[in-house]
């Protein structure tokens, strides 16, 4: 079964305007990891935050994670139309396997 | 560094048929992962391999499937007579260590078409 499951599940925006997509886990991880993957092609790695991390920035995304919550959380800042993509969560167990989450349709307006 | 390969891009397979997917890891990537994803959907874990070894299948069924990465050259997802449900894309991932903050390097996945 998948690990994570992302909320909400299909989001369209106004070039410019913020994104923010969650995801919540059921087991306890190591880290949680975010993926972006456009139409037809492989996922690409966006960022990762350790299990011991509440944020973290990277260009235009910042991630929170809360571990009481088991959640996560993606914010896209100036969303432009090359976002346009599914994004994933995914978690890393104990056992070094990544369980990935049924994802996020995102799709920035010009 | 080419970053992780997989061929063929495509495949089409008549039902019966056996399919073969290989994947190259990135240079010096020791750990490569399997996965499924059907339209619309998200991936599904479908087996876990050090060289030589398969360390986690539990995503993999029972019949039909295997997974092997040998000490030399790629590792290879088999599936035997194929049927219908077995279209899908199907992905592979590889890793430098076991290591729990290491990030897993997606190739561009292998589309299994089952006719």
């Known amino acids: 079964s998948q690990q994570g499951e992302e909320d909400p599940q299909a989001l369209s925006i106004q070039e410019g305007e913020n994104a923010t997509m969650n995801c919540s886990y059921k087991?306890?991880?190591?880290?949680l990891q975010w993926y972006r993957q456009n139409s037809g092609r492989g996922l690409v790695h966006l960022i990762l935050?350790?299990?011991?991390?509440r944020e973290k920035h990277s260009g235009r995304l910042r991630v929170t994670l809360d571990t009481s919550k088991k959640s996560s959380s993606l914010l896209i800042t100036a969303s432009r139309a090359a976002d346009t993509a599914s994004y994933f969560c995914?978690?890393?167990?104990?056992?070094?396997?990544?369980?990935f989450g049924k994802g996020n349709q995102v799709v920035v307006i010009p | 560094n080419a970053g992780v390969m997989q061929n063929p891009r495509h495949l089409v397979r008549r039902r019966g048929q056996e399919a073969r997917l290989r994947c190259s890891p990135m240079?010096?990537?020791?750990?490569v992962y399997w996965y499924r994803q059907l339209p619309e959907e998200g991936l599904k874990f479908m087996v876990y391999?050090?060289?030589?070894?398969?360390?986690?299948e539990s995503g993999m069924p029972k019949e039909r499937f295997s997974a092997e990465f040998p000490k030399e050259g790629p590792s290879i997802l088999r599936i035997q007579q194929v049927v219908r449900g077995d279209s899908a894309a199907y992905f592979c991932?590889?890793?430098?260590?076991?290591?729990?903050?290491?990030?897993?390097?997606f190739g561009q996945g292998t589309r299994l078409t089952v006719v």
């Open positions: 991932a590889s890793s430098p260590r076991r290591g729990d903050n290491t990030e897993a390097f």
């Open positions: 087991t306890s991880i190591n880290n």
């Open positions: 935050i350790r299990s011991n991390e």
């Open positions: 995914a978690t890393k167990d104990g056992n070094n396997r990544l369980a």
């Open positions: 240079k010096g990537h020791s750990h």
């Open positions: 391999l050090q060289k030589e070894n398969i360390i986690d």
